[in-house]
């Protein structure tokens, strides 16, 4: 499995939903509790912003990058990404809530 489906299985399963499928396009889809498959992809900002409000994902933005994570407790699960290693700032936003959500995902096995 690469990086980004395994990313993108454990954030799908942390909301609830299917394992992702992946079309011969390319193309990433989730299947839901009602078995309804969509195309979802939450490194684009509509899906990504879904994702953070469905988790209670949080954002920091920093000088040089963006924090993104859930909890205040003793291990909270946050995620920094520095602009400078994306494309842009949102970019940056939504790789790391996508991290923080694949690992919302990992402690629910």
């Known amino acids: 499995m690469n990086d980004l489906k395994e990313l993108l299985t454990l954030a799908a399963r942390a909301l609830g ?5 992946e079309a011969s396009s390319g193309a990433y889809y989730k299947r839901d509790k009602f078995n309804l498959i969509d195309e979802w992809n939450p ?10 409000d469905k988790l209670k994902i949080n ?3 920093l000088p ?8 205040a407790g003793v291990e909270p699960m946050k995620r920094i990404e520095l602009f400078a290693d994306h494309q842009d700032e949102s970019t940056a936003r939504q790789w ?3 991290r923080v959500a694949a690992a919302i995902g990992r402690s629910m096995k």
């Open 17 to 21: 939903d299917a394992v992702m499928i």
């Open 43 to 52: 490194l684009t900002p509509g899906d990504g912003v879904e994702m953070e």
């Open 59 to 61: 954002v920091l933005w």
């Open 64 to 71: 040089n990058g963006v924090c993104s994570y859930k909890g």
């Open 96 to 98: 790391a809530s996508l």
